[in-house]
């Protein structure tokens, strides 16, 4: 069975072909960061175009190399959540695609398939398991009992951790999207040179708030955040506090819950920090293990959207060529 996965949730163009034999054939991204640098964040009516001007080259790119688009049995789209004109490019070429194919076409979550994405290439990953989701809009905590059944634990109350480390990037005078640039920055600081807040991690509940931190981190720039070095301080101080922050709260889930098993997912997954002392709590505490996918699939992609819309329709078989999107659709709603 042959899966078009396509993604268009915020600024990435995302197109892949999923093979369930062969595995992942195809993915292509067309990336808008050059775009929106210039504004230093995501103008929402200018990704949509991007999306519209991108989606049709992609596909052609896709086929042209493998003469497959025949054989495709499913096409599977990101109906949410995202920007609801990225969204609506998206799931209106999937259907129309869908129709012209004569093939069932099915919307996914986007959550979802971040939670999953690492089962692209770790087969063995079981239910039950505690994910740690965290990207430039989404930070949270989550159970997942089986496929399709998720329980939030913990959610961001304000900044997710993704937006939190954009903000400060850019206030440090780093290019958008500036978590990959905070970071690289951060590993020329002198660890504990500052120490900063870590907010609500004494909290009974598992949410997050990262606002607090970055107003303190602001105060910091603005105080001392003049030469390289000190920039390179803050930033590694910043990125300290964050991981910090997940971890405590992941930790605490992990306890409750009982469970040895940990995916981390979402763009911030990439960050190494997070992945080295992820590995160092689950050996640890849990005598467990840790997930996350290779730094490709971290960030949006098609290949994670064809991979649950495979999983989806073998459990269900169910399609719709009805253009379906959902702005602020919860992976806890599925």
């Given amino acids: 069975m042959k899966i078009l996965g396509i993604e268009t949730s915020c600024d990435d163009t ?7 034999d062969k595995g992942l054939l ?22 949509s175009r991007e999306h519209m001007k991108a989606i049709i080259s992609l596909l052609k790119q ?7 688009i025949e054989d495709i049995n499913l096409i599977a789209y990101a109906a949410g959540p995202g920007l609801v004109g990225s969204l ?39 239910f039950p398991f505690i994910a740690l989701l965290v990207s430039g809009k989404h930070t949270q905590i989550i159970a997942a009992y089986e496929l399709g059944k998720y329980e939030i634990l913990g959610n961001c ?28 920055l951060a590993s ?6 500052f120490y900063f807040p870590r907010p609500m991690i004494n909290h009974p509940g598992l ?32 990125e300290d506090a964050v991981i910090d922050i997940l971890l405590i709260k992941t930790k605490k889930a992990l306890k409750e819950k009982k469970w040895k098993r940990l995916i981390i997912a979402g763009g911030v997954s990439a960050n190494y920090l997070l992945r080295k002392k992820s590995e160092q709590m689950m050996e640890k505490y849990f005598n467990g293990k840790v997930f996350y996918s290779s730094v490709k699939f971290c960030t949006d ?9 495979f999983l989806r329709y073998l459990e269900a078989r169910d399609s719709q060529l009805e253009i379906l999107v959902k702005p602020k659709w919860s992976i806890s709603d599925l």
Wanted: aromatic content about 10%; overall charge positive.
């Fill in 88 to 126: 609506l490019v998206g799931a209106t070429f999937a259907c129309s695609l869908g129709l012209s194919l004569n093939i069932p076409v099915l919307p996914v979550n986007h959550m979802e398939a971040h939670l999953l994405s690492p089962m692209l290439e770790f087969k063995s990953i079981k």
């Fill in 157 to 184: 109350l304000d900044d997710a951790a993704g937006e939190a480390f954009d903000k400060t990037a850019n206030l440090l005078g780093l290019s958008y999207p500036g978590g990959v640039q905070l970071s690289k």
């Fill in 62 to 68: 896709t086929f042209r190399k493998k003469n497959m």
């Fill in 188 to 193: 020329q600081g002198i660890k504990d040179y």
């Fill in 14 to 20: 995302g197109i892949a072909l999923y093979d369930s």
């Fill in 207 to 238: 949410n997050f708030s990262f606002s607090g931190l970055k107003t303190f981190t602001a105060q910091i720039i603005n105080k001392c955040g003049q030469s390289i070095q000190e920039k390179a301080n803050i930033a590694r101080a910043f």
């Fill in 301 to 309: 992609n098609g290949a994670m959207i064809a991979y649950l819309g």
């Fill in 26 to 47: 195809i993915n292509k991204i067309y990336n808008q960061k050059k775009l929106h640098n210039i504004y230093g964040g995501i103008v929402p009516e200018l990704a």
